[in-house]
């Protein structure tokens, strides 16, 4: 099984930055690609970026490129949140998927969930 963890939510001015964290660990050798998510209350989850893990694609919503990129180090992967707006508030979630087809993957090909960490904006 594959496990994943994010850290590095908080509290920040508009303009702000942030840089999220998402550790995986266990068996991940069978990810296919780690993606980034949002939840803002009474509000559908949003698919914000994607990494392949044993590859160099990328992927950017189109609501939050040139704000936000996506990275990674071994077995973590960053989020970096640019520019920030209030708007931008939300539980942030990090996911794992294994299965291997178009890039970037269907949003519910995700299936493997962390906890999620807070993002908060004020203006």
């Known amino acids: 099984q594959v496990q994943v963890m994010e850290s590095g939510g908080g509290s920040v001015q508009a303009g702000g930055s942030l840089r999220l964290s998402c550790t995986a660990s266990g068996r991940t050798t069978s990810i296919y690609s780690l993606g980034w998510f949002r939840q803002i209350p009474g509000k559908e989850r949003e698919f914000l970026a994607a990494?392949?893990?044993?590859?160099?694609q990328t992927y950017v919503a189109d609501s939050v490129k040139g704000r936000f990129t996506i990275s990674n180090a071994k077995t973590t992967v960053y989020l970096q949140l640019n520019n920030l707006e209030p708007t931008d508030t939300a539980i942030y979630y990090c996911a794992s998927s294994k299965i291997r087809s178009m890039w970037p993957p269907l949003a519910n090909e995700y299936d493997n969930w962390g906890q999620g960490t807070q993002v908060t904006v004020f203006s």
């Open positions: 990494l392949a893990w044993a590859g160099s």
